[in-house]
């Protein structure tokens, strides 16, 4: 098993992770009516719907014998998707205790960017912001738009990360207290789009990890 391989099963289990929590939301609703069902049954669908397309896109690679596909760059809402990988991580957040929110300066932001690629990172981000956050505490999401570029700033109020500590999270196998592979995936993705993952934090009072990309508003003829 290679290093992408191992990323990938590494990044499956958020996806997997979200349909677990939406099952039992679901069980949840059938004895409370007051809970949606077709939400978390649409919340379900789409945590499946992604683990189909990453691994389609395995295999695609191994049947061309290439490790890296190019981004399929296409106009996307970014702040639509943001939204959207929100509401999927509603039910996990509410099972894990912790308050998860959406904003943002835009409410649209059309981007040529791999949606895919784009909803990998962040979910990467929320599952270690909703891991390092204690029960009561707050996961922030949040889309700025700055002109050529915009940034997705994943913010939590967990327990922070050590100072020694913080020049290696996104070192590949640097994998105690849950980091590694999957921060080590996130930045490379971040790459592959044109754009750069960074992190800071403060011992005891959270951290925040920032994707910053091109708004690259046309796509390429």
Sequence with gaps: MDMTEIELLHDLR???????????????????????????????????????????????????????????????????????LCLRCRAHADLCGVALRCTGNVAALTVATDEDLLSRIVLNLIANALQATPRGGHVEVRLTALGDCFEVSVEDDGAGIDPERLP????????????????????????????????????GRGSVFTLRLPVREQLAS
């Design 168 to 203: 290696y999270v996104f070192l590949r196998g640097e994998t105690g207290d849950g980091f590694g592979f999957g921060l080590s995936a996130a930045r490379d993705c971040a790459r592959r789009l044109g754009g750069e993952l960074s992190a800071a934090s403060e011992p």
């Design 14 to 84: 958020m996806p997997l992770q979200l349909i677990q929590s939406s099952a039992q939301m679901i069980g949840a609703a059938l004895e409370d009516s007051s809970l949606d069902v077709r939400m978390y049954l649409d919340m379900l669908n789409a945590s499946a719907g992604q683990m189909r397309r990453m691994l389609d896109g395995v295999m695609a690679d191994c049947k061309r014998d290439a490790r890296v596909e190019p981004p399929r760059l296409r106009r996307v809402d970014a702040a639509a998707c943001l939204r959207t």
